[in-house]
């Protein structure tokens, strides 16, 4: 038990830190490079991305699963490390020749070619970065403490290289050297705890549930990254960055979101493994519960602030990520209720069935929807498309967690704390009517929502929300 606690507060320190280092740099990258070089780096780095995702395939699920099975068997332990590195090892080869072929005869990426030749660096050592060997002996405090040290790298590079707009390609040059040292740093951490041999290797016992994990991350792809791509090839790079920067603050808020939520949720695929059903359903509806009492002020919040909010952080000349920011962070609340629907019941499961069903309906979505309006409404239809793509995966969630697991969400309860939204909304859209200026705006309505916050949470619809932070909090200390 004391070792899970570790791992379960290295775990919220590396989620804490993953998102404390961009709020330190990104406001400083958005006002000196500008929302052009934003879009650059973003389409490219989201290109590149692509093919890291089908260099990988499944290697990084699968691999965690399989790691964690021998970490205690030496010899097996060897065998796996090795099968799968191979397979990754003729994966990367195949990508990396098509990155090269396409850098190079792709019209659309011939003015990009230095970023993408950049960016073959972070294919290349995503190969050795074997982090899901590291999650399956559950290394944690390794993990935690390398990525501090080099994110607190990256941002002294960012800080003393990144001087005025001309210098994108240095900064994609800091971001492709996180992965190159982490790499690096990994690989030969890796020793210590096994070796890699080609000899007497049987891959093909492994390529089949590769092939399988890698669908479903493909298929999510589809409506989570595709977008930025999508919208690089058929509007230009200042779509992009409105678009890239309002999915930037977007993901900074929900980041909150999932280091807090995280720690609520106890471990679910142990309670389905014993059949504790009731106990599990009890689990949901808190969880649940807890998501709306923070999601429903969050959006009213920045809703009302988005102008101030995207002002603060990115600074002048991002005036067109404001709508795609106010219409993706209402994805504060359903992909919220995805981590509780998909990720912590469905994919808890041993079947793997319906996680691949919701993919599939999210891809398809997607696709169609990215396709039929991003090309006319830019950085506004990417970020329709993926809000309606996520709410089709959250409907599609909820249908199949209830004839799989007969598990449901309290829709009266939920209805209920929607309801009470309303206690946010009057007061912060009363002042965003009536205060002209921003930043008084901004001010008023905070000083607003926290007093309001606590009536609605401890007197109109009282909740375990505070106990769950005490206990959180308690855990997370010892």
Known sequence: MPGVRKNFAYNFLLTVSGYIFPLITYPYISRVLGVDNIGVCNFVDSVINYFVLFSQLGIGSYGV????????????????FSNLFFLNLITF??????????????????????????????????????????????????????????KFLYVIGVFVFIRDSGDALIYYMLTTGMV????????????????????GLHPLPFIVPILVFGYYRILTSMY??????FLGFVKNDVEVGYFSQATKLYSLIMATF??????????????????????LQGIVDRIVQLLVSLAVP???????????IVHLV????????????????????????????????????????????????????????????????????????????????????????????????????FLRSLAFGLCYLVPVWTAWWLIPDIWWRLGVTTVLIVPIFLLVNLRLNPSTLLDEMKVALKRFIR
């Open 65 to 80: 699963r399989e790691v964690a099975r021998c970490k205690d068997d030496p010899e097996r332990l060897k065998e796996v």
């Open 93 to 150: 080869v195949i990508s990396s020749i098509v990155l090269v072929v396409c850098t190079f005869t792709v019209p659309k990426f011939l003015a990009y070619k230095p970023f993408l030749l950049v960016g073959l660096f972070k294919l290349l050592f995503t190969l050795i970065l074997v982090d899901w060997f590291f999650q399956g002996i559950e290394q944690f405090r390794f993990i935690t403490i390398r990525t501090i040290v080099v």
């Open 180 to 199: 190159v040292l982490n790499a690096i740093l990994n690989w030969h951490w890796s020793k210590r705890f096994t070796k890699l041999s080609f000899k």
């Open 224 to 229: 989570t990254t595709f977008n930025v791509v």
């Open 258 to 279: 999932s280091a807090f939520t995280t720690v609520m949720v106890p471990r679910v695929s142990a309670m389905i493994g014993e059949g504790r059903q009731k106990e």
């Open 298 to 308: 969050a959006i009213v919040y920045c809703v009302a602030n988005a102008e101030s």
């Open 314 to 413: 990115s600074g002048p000349g991002y005036e067109g990520a404001e709508l795609p920011f106010r219409i993706v962070v209402f994805l504060l609340l359903v992909i919220g209720l995805e981590q509780v629907v998909i990720q912590q019941c469905l994919m808890a499961s041993s079947d793997t069935r319906p996680t691949m069903y919701v993919a599939t309906v999210g891809a398809v979505v997607g696709i169609l929807l990215n396709v039929a309006i991003t090309p006319r409404l830019g950085a506004v239809g990417s970020s329709i498309s993926w809000g309606v793509s996520e709410l089709a995966v959250l409907v599609a969630g909820l249908v199949l967690v209830k004839k799989t697991l007969g598990l449901r969400i309290d829709f009266r309860a």
